[in-house]
Nanobody, 125 residues
Framework: VQLQACGGGPVQAGGSLRLSCVAS????????VGWFRQALGKEREFVAA????????VYAESVKGRFTISRDNARNSVYLQMNSLKPEDTAVYYCAADRGIITSTMRRSDSYDYWGQGTKVTVSS
């Protein structure tokens, strides 16, 4: 599966953005999808993930209540709605996918075999 992340850009603190991860090349509904981010000079960190059937979602504590992950399998897409953005949300955001993920491993970047290119989010204060 090939992944394309988009929707990043500059935004002021308190604003919103919606990131999209569009898949091609395989049966997308069979894949769990995660969003990760990497700020300049920092390690990549987990943001949110969603299972194949949308029944299970997990979030990093730092984004819980502000970000919402969802998917539209008919459109081969997963979305990350980001509200109440903070300067510390500034990072390059990546989407990743894999078929064999179980709930307990959804937060681990090494659980995902397929990665898209990043989309940059810059939140100014």
């Amino acid at each position: 599966v090939q992944l394309q992340a988009c929707g990043g850009g500059p935004v002021q603190a308190g604003g919103s953005l919606r990131l999209s991860c569009v898949a091609s090349g395989s049966t997308f509904r069979n894949y769990a999808v995660g969003w990760f981010r990497q700020a300049l000079g920092k390690e990549r960190e987990f943001v949110a993930a969603i299972k194949q059937n949308s029944g299970t979602t997990v979030y990093a504590e730092s984004v819980k209540g502000r970000f919402t992950i969802s998917r539209d399998n008919a459109r081969n897409s997963v979305y990350l709605q980001m509200n109440s953005l903070k300067p510390e949300d500034t990072a390059v955001y990546y989407c990743a996918a894999d078929r064999g993920i179980i709930t307990s491993t959804m937060r681990r970047s090494d659980s995902y075999d397929y990665w898209g290119q990043g989309t940059k989010v810059t939140v100014s204060s």
